[in-house]
């Protein structure tokens, strides 16, 4: 058995394209998830979450984001 923790991470991470090279943006996610496995817990997916937002009179107007979520998961005793 797992107990699972999701972490947001944001959808877009600005870089110049020649720094891209060296790998920062993979660099971001990997210092993410060394993070998180640091305290327990293991790497187990990245996810893409589609959020449809409504606002305006009546609910009218729509939007839709996409959110990045990391799942890590921790062995628990059964």
């Known amino acids: ?3 699972y923790k999701m972490v947001q991470v944001p959808p877009t ?3 110049k394209a020649k720094d891209n ?3 920062l943006a ?3 996610l990997e ?3 060394n993070e998180w496995a640091y305290q327990g817990w293991e ?3 990245v996810d893409t979450i589609g959020i449809q937002k409504t606002s305006g009179l009546l609910g009218r107007k ?3 984001d996409h959110y990045y979520v990391i799942s890590f998961r921790k062995a ?3």
């Open 13 to 15: 991470i600005t870089i």
């Open 62 to 64: 729509t939007e839709y």
């Open 31 to 33: 210092n993410v998830v």
């Open 43 to 45: 790497f187990h997916r």
């Open 1 to 3: 058995m797992y107990k």
């Open 21 to 23: 090279r060296s790998g």
């Open 76 to 78: 628990i005793k059964a």
């Open 26 to 28: 993979a660099e971001y």
